[in-house]
């Protein structure tokens, strides 16, 4: 079977919805420019979300709410998940009614089945009973991505900002598989990698904490620690202690062996 690229995977998910809006009486075109992907014919605006296998992490940034709320769209705003897309292809839709969410919080699926959220088998076109929901589907979270008001909530210091931001951008540079959210209590900046995690974060005025998978590591500074809770690897900055281009040597090591190897 042939792989599919994050790209190919994105795609034909816009199809299907596309189809399946076509066969409930609605056209939907291809929207850029206003954080979505698709506007309906009855005036929705839809964003896709595709995954290969079952169904993850749905990552949804601030800036999207902000820029329907300021055109006073975000009350038909919806999120349609198609997953299981190489076998089974099955949609959730997430109603605008989800909306109660707080900035950077993550709500469980399974607090709004089965009120807010519909799941229709593709090939069927018929809606699937929330308790048919596998307790993993359910489980899964959403979250709403917003660095600004994350490292403000924080009071990070410029220094610890800045630095933060030029490793997150080397993070998502080592490849298109890295995905990163918000933890549930708001405390932490995750990153994950093959769906496995790759890097937690977190942060204060002065100071910086970043905890990576287990691996094997080459530490000539002798800057790694063992988090004494989590039992992983950690390294921890002060101001006059942070090194990025250390941090960003260690986690492009962390992603490069994956899961492999011991601390």
Known sequence: MKTMSRTEIE?????YVIRYEKKRGYTARIEQGLGCDLVTSDNRYIEVKGMRGRIG????YESVFDNLGKIGKLNRYFIYVVYNILANPRLVIISP?????????????ENSIPRHIESIDLKTGKKIKPTTLSKKEKGKSLAIIDIKSFLTSKGASKLMRNSFLAIRKEILGFGRDVVEFIS?????YCFYSAGKGLA???LSKNRMRIQFRKGT???????????????L???YFKPTT???QYAIRLLKHAYNQGIGGRF
């Open 11 to 15: 795609d034909r998910a816009i199809q």
């Open 57 to 60: 992490p749905v990552q949804i």
């Open 97 to 109: 009614k989800m909306q109660r969410w707080q900035k950077y919080k993550i709500r469980l699926l």
């Open 184 to 188: 549930r209590s708001g405390a932490m």
């Open 200 to 202: 937690w974060f977190e």
């Open 217 to 231: 590591y080459r530490d000539e500074k002798k800057l790694i620690m063992r988090n004494e809770r989590s039992g």
């Open 233 to 235: 690897p950690m390294l």
């Open 242 to 244: 942070i090194d990025v």
